[in-house]
């Protein structure tokens, strides 16, 4: 076994890897750009190379600087985690000739499956269905013109893909120009390779995924599936083993399936080979096709280390080290049932704007119930910042427990509460106690063609702040009664809720939030309190977090300072207008220069947070007063791009 690693990623998975690292007694070395250097892995590690730049281009992904890293420090190994360098064949062809092992697949495989046409192909030789399509010669006219054949709907893909981009669906005829274009665009800028094909779009599919581990010495075996069908633009949310909808004679062809995919392949480590599982035909099965190969380890591994009681990590170094499989296929048991949820500073509610920033409490819950086990992998702990640079992961929760309604049970009662930071707490809570998640009702559209019923759930209920409140108060000395109004503000992981005390004695207060008036019964001692005669319950979990049973549904709250007051960034031009950056990030491009006249909506500049560009247009016609900021440029949110003059 390796002496010392070199861990070349951020964020969850760093802090992931690196544990395993520790565990087995392996000197773990991070590599962390700039703004990563102090982070919650830097910290775990036992030694941090700083690899001098902000982008991801300048360091995750540049070859010669975390190669230097690895040589430097006297590692033996490279820990690529997800993203990044993972899938790169000529990064683990560097590694091999420099004599530092890639703990991944070798290069051949990842060159055979990182072209999803090549691995449809290699598919199809292993008599394994593909979605129907078309990936023969790729010009604009072709792929017109097979789409007739394909049929509609029908998805255009990047043959390099990842990461849902170049993904388009076409309904009709007409839109199959458009949508090409635009995915050739995206593919181009995100894999410097345009290249499409299509397949056929199906329609209320699950993703069903299932994890392949493959030694230097021949043993292969698979451990089990995972369901990732809870998606937002392609990209995964909430994933859970087993799959609540795979039986086992379906679960008995889609491992055949990976297995035999893996074997032509001369697959080697920790593999993921991917599956759309269609809805039931008349014979009650359900038809698959295989879609794609993940050659790493998955962000969502945990949910199969939760249900094997394998560290998948741990696996992944011992083959990389040349140790054959500790087991075989028959030692691999399954028990109970895991899901795993994403946390990402987002807000759900802005579009899913990303929401960088300094994390200044993490709440996490009551802890599990007897028979459960909760797990929350963080890539940041309470006093880091969440960089604008990468992505908003900020870590995952994941419950284990006897049975899948026990899991769900054991995720809502421990989700976490960030604050101040926005997440997507309240979304993810929404989806995992709707009925339709609940009864297996889901599949890849679900989340986006329900987002706004799934938001609307997201809202804690008046009565349960109004209880918070209450009881906060009922518990608290008396001193307040009778000094005329008080507020308490509350957040519930995506907003800060403020509930107003009109009047009260200890045990019934008048309570106010915005418009609507409560009255609230709480018993000093008494977890129990009266809202407008419900009855709700209401748990203090530690210093200033609170949670609230009410309406059969358990709500999670922390008690806040009062916001400060919109700071409105003054134009120093009088008469002007002041554009303001509406969320931290790096000033990508500047359109525009001082006396340049604009027309209302026009490109002014754009901004890059978290992968993803923002275009600031000018609000209104104007003269460009000032432009106070120039590309690269790092701002706060609410600071002064440009000022706009009459
Ligand atoms: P990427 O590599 O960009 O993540 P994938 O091929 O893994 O792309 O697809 C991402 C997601 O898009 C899948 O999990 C699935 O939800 C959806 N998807 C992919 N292909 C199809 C298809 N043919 N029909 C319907 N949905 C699809």
Redesign the pocket.
Known sequence: MFTRVLVANRGEIAVRVIRTLRRLGIHPVLAASIPDRHSLAARHAGETVVLDGYSSAETYLDQDAVIAAAKHTGCEAIHPGYGFLAENPDFAERCASEGVAFVGPPAEALRRLGS?TAARAIAVDCGVPV?PGYDGPDDDDALAREAERVGFPL?T??RA???????RVVRAPGEIAEAVAAARREAAAAFGDGSLFL????ER?R?VEVQVLADTHGNLLHLGERD?SI?RR???VIEEAPSPIVDEALRAELTAAALKIAEAVGYVNAGTF?F?VGEPGQDGARPYWF??ANPRLQVEHPVTEEITGLDIVELQLRIAAGEPLPLRQGDVTFSGHAIELRLNAEDPRSDFAPSAGRLRRLDLGSGPAPGTRVRFDAGFEPGDEIPAYYDSLIGKLIAHAPDRSQAIAALVSNMPLTTPLVTNAALLRAVISHQDFAGDAIH?EWLESRLKEVLDRAQPPLVALAAAAACTWAQRDASWIGAGQLAMWLHDGAETHCVHLCSGRAGAMHLAIGEVEMNATAPAFSPAVWVDGQRCHVTAEGEDTLSVDAGGETWRFTIVPPPPLPRHARPTVPGSTAVTAPLSGTVAAVYVAEGDEVEAGQLLLTLEAMKMEHRLVAPASGVIASVTVAPGDQVAQGHPLVELGE
């Open positions: 999803k979605v998805v893909k990047a893909g990842g990461g849902g981009r170049g993904m397949e056929r779009y199906i599919a993703h990732c998606q392609h990209q995964k991917e759309l879609i794609e890849i």
